[in-house]
């Protein structure tokens, strides 16, 4: 009997996530730094056995969906909506910041319009998956600056339909009338479904599928997967239809037999997610074009991070709580991936300029924990968070 080559990496894999897990945990670091360092070291440019990061980074997907779907059965709606203010007002100026500046930067390097609009776009997003997962780990999804960073999130997320209409006009592309009008009105549609059965509580799983431990794992998957696939063929974020199914479900008081019973696919999801991340960081590249993207990456944090301070107090936060919400929001997301994507086959960006900027969305999310550290630090400083966090 031959071994398994996929076994032996699996195995591998789960060694050194084990290992770096235990030294993050010993440094006081978070565990996704782990997830995240374990695929830079499996990943192409150092082992290499993790060849396939297509199909990695699909499963990974994945975790972000089940992130959401667990985040919305903890959310307070109303406590959310207290904040609607900063995360619709708030997150619409910060965009528009983001891509004044670019603009203006790219222009006056005489590069091309569309490419700065493009840099917008990317710097603007947030990555979902690393705050909440470091608002769940230190329990403060419920505080202020916790609602704060959940709400903008949630707002980012449906702003990337109309980013990437704009850039498919940028690239010479044409809109789509039929897709345009089945994203509105069926995003319509569905929120509007979403606010009924939370009123109304009439949503409720049968007794007969949830009556055995294998029927509530798979009825709880078919929610979380069934909602995503069906905001996905709207043309809309799948892990927004998982948030919206985790609400559902909570209003329904449903939820709890739901996380009892996934938390265990959750944590692996969401592991392989962190874990696609590392892959994408090129060492090679790294090393060619170490202070180039070291310095992008620098200012990303600095600029953001500055960006959203400056926000937050217009729309009337005190200083230290934008501090904290700026530093939350401080890294570029997972889905600026795909507005990378989208940019290269719209040939706003040429395949080096590519390479160098997923290798900077990358490193933002690899380091954001420890740039969060260090606003903590500072926010500790100023009594914002009690000297135990």
Known sequence: MHLDPMMLNITIALFVALLFGFMAVRA????????ILTGVVMGPSMLGMITDTQMVERIGELGVVMLLFFVGMEVSIPRLMERWKVAIVGTTVQILISVGVCVTLTASFGLPTNLGILFGFVISLSSTAVVLKMLQDANELDLPFGQNALGVLLVQDISIVPMMIVLGLLGSGEVNLID???????????LSLVIWLMRTGKFHVPDFLTSSFEKRVLMGLMLCLGASSLT???GLSP????????????????????????ESVHIIFVAIFFLSIGLLVDINYLMEHVTVVL????????FNS???????RAMGETWQMALITAGLLSQIGEFSFLLAAVGL???ILDHDL???????????????????????RIARQDGVLTAGK
């Open 28 to 35: 006081g670091l978070p565990i996704i730094i782990a997830y």
């Open 306 to 312: 500055g960006s959203n301070i400056l926000v937050m």
């Open 295 to 302: 310095g992008a990456t620098l200012l990303v944090f600095l």
């Open 354 to 376: 590519h390479k160098m900027t997923v290798l900077v969305i990358a490193l933002t999310l690899l380091l954001s924990p420890f740039w969060m550290m260090l606003v903590n």
């Open 239 to 262: 892990a927004l239809g998982a948030f919206l199914s985790g609400l559902v479900l909570a209003s329904s008081d449903q939820s709890d037999w739901v996380e009892e019973h996934l």
């Open 232 to 234: 996905s063929w709207l």
């Open 345 to 347: 086959n719209a040939g």
């Open 180 to 190: 345009l009008s089945r994203q509105v009105i069926g995003g319509i549609a569905v």
